[in-house]
């Protein structure tokens, strides 16, 4: 098992094409620590940034699956994502 950090940022305008990412990942057990929408442009509301952060501790084949999964939803978009290792404490 790898435990990852998950950052998703995107504008509002495109939130619906990780939405079903986000909703998949609830339904697996695994809770976002936050997703938040920041006001940039009151004037353009649409490009508003939706940040979606999770902990994810799951087997390296699905981390792939969920990295293609999340690179084919943003492409075209001004979005990107961010995810890597977290290091695990072993002193004892």
Not at 33 to 45: A, G, H, T
Not at 53 to 78: N, Q
């Amino acid at each position: 098992m790898c435990a990852i950090f998950l950052k998703i940022v995107i504008p509002y305008r495109n939130y619906k094409r990780v939405k079903e990412i986000v909703e998949g990942l609830e339904k697996e057990g695994y809770r976002p620590l936050y997703i938040r929408r920041d006001v940039l442009f009151k004037e353009r509301r649409e490009l508003d940034p939706v940040e979606v952060v999770f902990l994810l501790d799951m087997p390296p084949y699905e981390v792939r699956k969920l990295r293609k999964k999340i690179s084919l939803a943003i492409r075209g978009t001004l979005g990107f994502y961010i995810m890597y290792p977290l290091k695990k404490n072993t002193s004892s």
